[in-house]
């Protein structure tokens, strides 16, 4: 069976450890995404185990990526960590509805999750690629970013 979201080379940014962490993202997103398809109450429990993992998860990516984005003196990094806590602060709130027994549509919330995911590596974390990939030719990298 096809996945919710495939990884397409386009969503690469030609930082290694970041894409890898953008695929896990997109695997948790799918595997959120099957958890809505099933009965509701194997659907909740894998749900909300899934939900946390995720949570988890790009708390851990999104601290990566501001590590990088520290390391190299990223000029747009405040306005790239406000985006981060926007979002966490959205999902934690999410999964308090969904815990709270509070009206949650888990495939509104997995099409959520997918089109912030692609929309901010699209356009926030390309940004930042670019930004990186112009200050290597400069020479003001002399490692991997």
């Known amino acids: 069976m096809e996945p919710f979201i ?3 080379d386009r969503y690469a940014l ?6 890898e962490q953008h695929q896990e993202l997109l695997n948790l997103t799918n595997e959120l995404y099957e958890a809505c398809r099933l009965g509701d109450e194997a659907a909740g429990k894998l749900f909300k185990d ?19 984005l520290e390391r190299i003196a ?25 815990e ?6 888990p495939n509104q919330f997995v099409r ?15 940004k930042y690629a670019e930004y990186i990939l112009k200050r290597k030719k ?6 991997g970013a």
């Open 50 to 68: 899934t939900i946390r993992r995720t949570v988890d998860y790009v708390k851990k990516h999104f601290s990566a990526e501001e590590q990088i």
């Open 14 to 19: 030609g930082i290694p450890a970041v894409d």
């Open 74 to 98: 990223y000029p747009e990094l405040a306005s790239h960590k406000l985006e981060h806590e926007a979002f966490v602060k959205k999902v934690l709130e999410e999964v308090k509805n969904f």
């Open 138 to 143: 400069e020479g003001a990298f002399k490692t």
């Open 100 to 105: 709270g027994g509070k009206t949650f549509v």
């Open 112 to 126: 959520f999750l997918r089109d912030w995911i692609l929309a901010h590596i699209a356009v926030s974390d390309k």
């Open 6 to 8: 495939a990884w397409e």
